[in-house]
C-alpha cells in the first residue's frame, strides 16, 4: 500500500517519517537501507535491504569476463559458504566482453574467512579482480 505524506526537511537534511510508516518499511535502528539519489530529477528512493543483525559486505568483482554462466559460478560460490546476497547490480563496461557486478551481502552465517572467499572468487576462471568493503 502506498502513502503519501508532505514532510518538512528539519535541521541537516534530516526527514521525520510517522512511526507507524517507519515501522511498516523496517525503518528502524540499525537497519540497512539503500539509497538512491537522481540530481537530474530532484529524487530519493530508499529501498531497506536489510533488518538489524546483519553483518554486510559489499562485494564489487571489477572486471568480470562477460559470457553465460560466469553469473552462476560467482552465485554458486556465494551460495556454498551460506553469504546471502541481499542486493546485486551487474553492468557491461565499455570495453568489448567485460563486465562488472557490484552485490551486498549478508556474510552473518559464512562458513569461511572473508579472506578466504576473495581468494576462491578470485580463483573463477572469468574473475579479474575482486575487491570486498565491510558496510558499517
Known sequence: MRHYEILRIRENGK???PLEWAYEVGLVKDAYFLVEIDTDL????????????????EIELVVVKDKPGVLAKITGTLGKHKVNILFSEAEEMEQIG?????????VSRMDISKEELVAELQNIEEVMEVSLKEIE
Request: glycine fraction near 8%.
Open 15 to 17: 526527514i521525520e517519517v
Open 42 to 57: 530532484n529524487e530519493i528512493h530508499l529501498e531497506r535491504i536489510a533488518l538489524p543483525g546483519k553483518e554486510l559486505v
Open 98 to 106: 567485460l563486465g562488472a557486478i557490484v552485490a551486498v551481502v549478508d
